[in-house]
T-cell receptor
């Protein structure tokens, strides 16, 4: 199956700093990438949808100025958490899709803000 | 709005069959999915079913879809300890986004 990687897999940062998370589709071109957030023992909540070369579409309640998404190429999307606070600590998962059927997920990035 | 519901826990003995149930609300969903998540990892696509199908079987996995009742189930035959994980059902929405259930934690006892 198709492979999606995320980097870093785990990051600890201080409150007020910014953190960038990369999501790459390694063996396919992802026309659309999705960013999800998952709290412990909870489901995945969609944060935003990004299409290559255009602005991301954010879900209701997600601050676009805080969670900056860039989808610069068909194989790379980045999520930058700006001015991170402890409540931003979470597991962030991206996925890529080439069509309507299958969505391939990355392994996730655990963000801890101290 | 869109909503997907699952029971939170299921415990079975090794060798038994597991049945994980899911209900969804949006009848326009084209595809319904089952994903597996192991601790600290991302999601692994197990199987999906097109909305005009009633059943799909793939080795030990059987998916049943009752579109009238908006009920989806995943049956795992001969459950093994390696099947212990959290299982999410999801429905597809417009634009390809997925709405996930809360996840069912499957515990397989030897």
């Amino acid at each position: 199956g198709a492979v999606v990687s995320q980097h870093p897999s785990w990051v600890i940062c201080k409150s007020g700093t910014s953190v960038k998370i990369e999501c790459r589709s390694l063996d396919f071109q992802a026309t659309t990438m999705f960013w999800y957030r998952q709290f412990p023992k909870q489901s995945l909540m969609l944060m935003a949808t990004s299409n290559e070369g255009s602005k991301a579409t954010y879900e209701q309640g997600v601050e676009k100025d805080k969670f900056l998404i860039n989808h610069a190429s068909l194989t790379l999307s980045t999520l930058t958490v700006t001015s991170a606070h402890p409540e931003d600590s979470s597991f962030y998962i991206c996925s890529g899709t080439t069509g309507p059927y299958e969505q391939y997920f990355g392994p996730g990035t655990r963000l801890t803000v101290t | 709005g869109e909503d997907v519901e699952q029971s939170l826990f299921l415990s079975v003995r090794e060798g038994d069959s597991s049945v994980i149930n899911c209900t969804y609300t949006d009848s326009s969903s084209t595809y319904l999915y089952w994903y597996k998540q192991e601790p600290g990892a991302g999601l692994q696509l197990l199987t999906y079913i097109f909305s005009n199908m009633d059943m799909k079987q793939d080795q030990r996995l059987t998916v049943l879809l009752n579109k009238k009742d908006k009920h989806l189930s995943l049956r795992i035959a001969d459950t093994q300890t390696g099947d212990s994980a959290i299982y999410f059902c999801a429905e597809s929405m417009r634009g390809g986004k997925l709405i996930f259930g809360q996840g069912t934690e499957l515990s397989v006892k030897p």
